[in-house]
T-cell receptor, first 114, second 113 residues
Framework: EPEVTQTPSHQVTQMGQEVILRCVPI?????FYWYRQILGQKVEFLVS????????KSEIFDDQFSVERPDGSNFTLKIRSTKLEDSAMYFC????????????FGDGTRLSIL | GESVGLHLPTLSVQEGDNSIINCAYS??????FIWYKQESGKGPQFIID?????DKRQGQRVTVLLNKTVKHLSLQIAATQPGDSAVYFC????????????FGKGTTLSVSS
């Protein structure tokens, strides 16, 4: 069964450094998402991406965050200057249609900011 | 604010029992609901979904019930197995507003054999 893959599984970064989290969505999917989950808390929406542009973003997704689809398979989340509170699990998801469709998640990248 | 939540943070059952996990949502405009299972160290795994024009949907060993009158969603797992032990999240979407899934806090299901 096709799946969303994310790398790395764990990223440790010094505060203030830039970090790029990578995702390979399911190949025939057109909609891509990033979510985060702070330890012990619920999953929170960050951003959705379609047709090479952001279609929706939450208040969490401020100017420090950016997303990109640099080629036909990868989807990246960049945090420009990390803060301690950015420590969380970051999940990538994809779906093949916009609405009323399940979003399929990867196993996440654990981001630890020191 | 509007959010999706769950009634109980934990649920413990014996192997073979039926499990019922509940979720209350507050946004009456939501028209799509989905249940995810999250095992330790893994991402949310899709279990079953339901649209607001339905009140029941069945899958393999799982049933989702939607009661729009009281804004309640439940997941029923038949003949619960140790492999069902995980955190279960409900999530909602208001499709006309966008694609964001709004997750509840999760219920930890523990199955003992």
């Amino acid at each position: 069964e096709p799946e969303v893959t994310q790398t790395p599984s764990h990223q440790v970064t010094q505060m203030g450094q830039e970090v790029i989290l990578r995702c390979v969505p399911i190949s025939n999917h057109l909609y891509f998402y990033w979510y985060r989950q702070i330890l012990g808390q619920k999953v929170e929406f960050l951003v959705s991406f379609y047709n090479n542009e952001i279609s929706e973003k939450s208040e969490i997704f401020d100017d420090q965050f950016s997303v990109e689809r640099p080629d036909g398979s990868n989807f990246t989340l960049k945090i420009r200057s990390t803060k301690l509170e950015d420590s969380a699990m970051y999940f990538c998801a994809s779906s093949n249609r916009r609405g009323n469709q399940p979003q399929h998640f990867g196993d996440g990248t654990r981001l630890s900011i020191l | 604010g509007e959010s999706v939540g769950l009634h109980l943070p934990t649920l413990s059952v014996q192997e073979g029992d039926n499990s019922i996990i509940n979720c209350a949502y507050s946004n009456s405009a939501s028209d799509y609901f989905i249940w995810y299972k999250q095992e330790s160290g893994k991402g949310p795994q899709f279990i079953i979904d339901i649209r607001s024009n339905m009140d029941k949907r069945q899958g393999q060993r799982v049933t989702v019930l939607l009661n729009k009158t009281v804004k309640h969603l439940s997941l029923q797992i038949a003949a619960t197995q140790p492999g069902d032990s995980a955190v279960y999240f409900c999530a909602e979407n208001k499709s006309q507003a966008g694609t964001a899934l709004i997750f509840g806090k999760g219920t930890t299901l523990s199955v003992s054999s």
